[in-house]
């Protein structure tokens, strides 16, 4: 399966904040987005996922040739897209146990249910994986969770639901080093054909652990360089001024938006 972004501009109110971005991504393969503060990397992941406070204003996103932005958000999960957000609610009442199998029960064809006794012995062991409280089933969703908990939550989620595209949103903060291992570690045990990760993150710490075939820099709203992971490597020796001079980038402004999903972020047909 292929995710393509084409010429992706994009707006929060009158602020233009993706400014022609081209990313192509396939499943079975690792890609990692950095950048510094206020490039716009939580703003794509954000777009990609449906949030409505962002516009689109010029390009597109299809996944295998259908028009991303006009499925609202729950088409794009049943679709494979799964959002392991920096900021994950919590939600008084519902089970994580309840909440996942819910999500996962909607992926389903109409007449198809999931075995309880499978969802418990792949859960169980997820938890297991993660190392987690073994009573986190039984847990509302992220409520009284620490905010390494709550990252790691996010994980068992993607883990459980098993999307074909996952987009990992500065799951590293908050995080310590072997927190970063484990994550790290059950994000590489997904790998597969069927599946594509685009791992968004400041620091080059959490890529120590993942296993990430390309790699993009992303300023000024847009990618201005691609590689391999040598450019990890020269990022964390050197920053990114070097390549602000290479490209003539000018310092940009910090992004400071709070993501919350509604409907979908579609395109401004007008």
Not at 52 to 60: Q, W
Not at 145 to 160: A, D, P, T, V, Y
Not at 215 to 244: A, C, F, P, R
């Given at each position: 399966?292929?995710?393509i972004i084409?010429n992706l501009?994009a707006?929060?109110e009158d602020?233009?904040?993706i400014?022609?971005l081209?990313?192509?991504l396939?499943t079975?393969s ?7 503060n ?5 703003t794509?992941?954000?777009i ?8 689109v204003?010029?390009g ?7 028009d991303l932005?006009s499925?609202?958000v ?5 679709k494979?897209?799964f ?7 919590e939600?008084?009442?519902?089970t994580n146990a309840d909440?996942?199998?819910?999500a996962?029960?909607a992926?389903l064809?109409e007449?198809e249910h999931?075995?309880l ?9 997820a ?7 073994p009573?986190?089933?039984?847990r ?14 996010e994980?068992?989620?993607m ?6 595209f ?8 908050g ?5 970063l291992?484990?994550v790290?570690?059950n994000?590489?045990?997904m790998?597969s054909p ?9 620091y080059?710490?959490?890529l120590d ?5 390309y ?10 360089k691609?590689?391999g992971k ?9 920053g ?5 001079y ?5 310092e940009?402004?910090q992004e400071?938006h709070?993501i ?9 047909r007008?």
């Amino acid at each position: 399966m292929k995710l393509i972004i084409k010429n992706l501009h994009a707006k929060v109110e009158d602020m233009e904040i993706i400014k022609g971005l081209n990313l192509e991504l396939e499943t079975g393969s690792v890609h990692a987005i950095m950048g510094p503060n206020g490039t716009g990397k939580s703003t794509l992941a954000a777009i990609i996922m449906g949030n409505p406070r962002y516009t689109v204003t010029e390009g597109e996103i299809t996944l295998d040739g259908e028009d991303l932005l006009s499925m609202s958000v729950d088409e794009r999960s049943r679709k494979g897209i799964f959002l392991a957000m920096q900021y994950p609610n919590e939600i008084s009442g519902i089970t994580n146990a309840d909440f996942i199998k819910s999500a996962m029960q909607a992926r389903l064809k109409e007449g198809e249910h999931i075995s309880l006794f499978k969802f418990v012995r792949e859960m169980d062991k997820a938890v297991s994986d993660l190392k987690m409280n073994p009573d986190l089933p039984h847990r509302y969703v992220n409520e009284g969770f620490s905010g390494g908990e709550k990252k790691r939550n996010e994980i068992l989620q993607m883990k459980m639901l098993k999307p074909h595209f996952a987009i990992l949103d500065e799951i590293d903060s908050g995080l310590d080093v072997d927190a970063l291992k484990i994550v790290g570690e059950n994000v590489n045990s997904m790998r597969s054909p069927d599946f594509c990760s685009l791992v968004i993150t400041h620091y080059q710490r959490l890529l120590d652990y993942i296993q990430v075939d390309y790699v993009h820099i992303m300023m000024n709203g847009k990618i201005v360089k691609s590689g391999g992971k040598d450019l990890i490597t020269k990022v964390d020796q050197e920053g990114y001024d070097w390549l602000k001079y290479e490209l003539g980038i000018e310092e940009e402004i910090q992004e400071k938006h709070t993501i919350v999903l509604g409907t979908c972020a579609v395109k401004d047909r007008k």
